[in-house]
């Protein structure tokens, strides 16, 4: 069945602070966004992929993508749940078999682990991209160390997530207005098993220009 990759890219980046948003600045000669876009119009298993964009910045947009040839971009909201709600109903009359859902902000996921939360849906209606974590957890209480947490199962999430395309399409409308902080945590609203595919922490998310830097690195570590 096919599958649509639906990126969220209508951000503001306030963490970030800089005069556009993080999705438009340069990553090593290209924009942020244009490289996300491209890892998954690459992929072979990904039939198209849409964007969710805040449309103040549509000249940003169309000179991040130029030449692509990319289907009308989506509006998004003020929150991402917004965002990712937008995107999934611009999509529903073509009614895909699977959606993934990928933050804008990280442009170096790579296709192995978009394959696998592909394979993942082959036995679960919903997955998610996430690296196991590895450092000890202390509970903070006014400077002070209260309590050390038990890290033994947990995880970080990422994106991409992928659904089922009905299964999320129905829980994100039954979400709206809650403030859930990713796709998963709507899809565990709505019951459904979630399956947890581990990825690579180079799929980091850019959110401060430290990061930008260290995706800099990366790229140009690549290509050395
Ligand atoms: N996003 C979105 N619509 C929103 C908020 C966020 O599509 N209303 C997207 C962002 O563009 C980003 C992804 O969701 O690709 C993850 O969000 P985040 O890293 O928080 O980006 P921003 O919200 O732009 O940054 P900040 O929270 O620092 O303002
Ligand atoms: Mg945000």
Redesign the pocket.
Known sequence: SSCIAL???????????AEQ???YLDLAGQPV?RR?VEAFRRHPKVSAVRV???PAFRDLYDAAVAGLDLPEPVA?????????RN?LEALADSAPGLVLI?????PLIDSDTINAVIAALDTHPAALAAVPVADTLKRGDDGLVAGTVDRSGLWRAQ?PQGFRFPAILAAHRDAAGLELTDDAAVAERAGLPVALVPAREENF????PDDLTRATRALDSALS
Not at 7 to 17: E, T, Y
Not at 76 to 84: F, L, T, W
Not at 205 to 208: I, R, Y
């Open positions: 990126i969220v890219a209508a951000g503001s980046g306030q963490r970030f602070g948003p993080k999705q966004l996300t969710v964009i805040n998004g909201g003020a929150s991402r749940q917004d965002s990712v995107g990928h933050d804008a902000a990280r994106t998310k850019v959110t401060t």
